[in-house]
């Protein structure tokens, strides 16, 4: 005999509650900080988070990006300043990431990529959500959540040092990984394949040295106020995905329900 879903008194089953449960989990996402050192998959993470609950993905190079090409008041000051060969200020930054943060399509939440890379940086996104975000959102208070994709260092060495691309086609290889079927050559069209100057071994040693000394505060200071869960990203890109949205839907429950 077919077993039918049960029904609440007033008709409903329980696929609308899992709906209902669903579309919940969706408003109590809230901020979401991706960390994680180059070649961990930040990127592709970013994009599945977005796919999934319809939140914009923020990142400080595109926002420059918009703002020197709009033309912008923030991007003729940015734009003055790189022409110079000077870094772009925190200051700087932080009235380009306020100005995208407070945009409607940011209200359920979003996903910062690439922000904060500093401690300080994230003193004053906690500082600007606190006393900003929180108070204009119909949401209400919803704490952000700090996803560290962890990597080990020799794999890391594996996708990074391993890639090689075909300067015809852009196909991306990589000689660990995913490599062509004849040595240093295009499956596609045969043209010798070449090492981008970022994949050189000794520079993707110096960018993973660099990013484990200015991330770490970062991590830290998240870490001491209980807003970092770290996810295996040795894993598979599907696996890695499984574990942030099975965290994100723990932290989504508990925002709905606090």
């Not at 200020?89 to 990529?113: H, I, S």
């Not at 003193?123 to 975000?133: M, P, Q, S, T, V």
């Not at 043209?191 to 990013?211: C, M, S």
């Amino acid at each position: 005999m077919a077993v039918h879903p049960a029904k609440s008194a007033d008709g409903s089953s329980e696929e609308k509650r899992a709906v209902s449960m669903a579309e919940e989990t969706t408003r109590g996402i809230g901020p979401i900080v991706l960390l994680g050192p180059p070649g961990a998959g930040k990127g592709t993470q970013a994009k599945r988070i977005v796919e999934r609950y319809g939140i914009p993905q923020i990142s400080t190079g595109d926002l420059l990006r918009e703002h020197v090409k709009g033309g912008t008041g923030l991007g003729l000051l940015a734009k003055d300043i790189m022409a110079r060969g000077e870094l772009v200020p925190d200051e700087l930054l932080y009235d380009m990431v306020a100005e995208r943060l407070r945009r409607a399509d940011c209200e359920q939440g979003f996903v910062l990529d690439g922000f904060p890379r500093t401690a300080a940086q994230a003193g004053w996104l906690d500082a600007f959500l606190e006393n900003e975000f929180f108070d204009n959102s119909k949401r209400g208070k919803c704490l952000p959540i700090v996803i560290r994709i962890d990597v080990d260092y020799n794999e890391l060495l594996l996708r990074l040092a391993g890639r090689r691309n075909c300067p015809t086609c852009g196909r991306i290889y990589n000689v660990h990984l995913q490599p062509p079927r004849v040595d240093d050559a295009c499956d596609v069209d045969g043209t010798p394949l070449v090492i981008r100057n970022d994949d050189r071994e000794d520079v993707v040693r110096e960018r993973l040295q660099a990013y484990e000394s200015q991330t770490r505060p970062v991590a830290e200071y998240y870490e001491h106020k209980g807003r970092l869960v770290s996810v295996d990203g040795n894993l598979s890109a599907d696996q890695v995905s499984q574990q942030i949205f099975r965290e994100l839907g723990i932290h989504a429950v508990a925002n709905v329900r606090s």
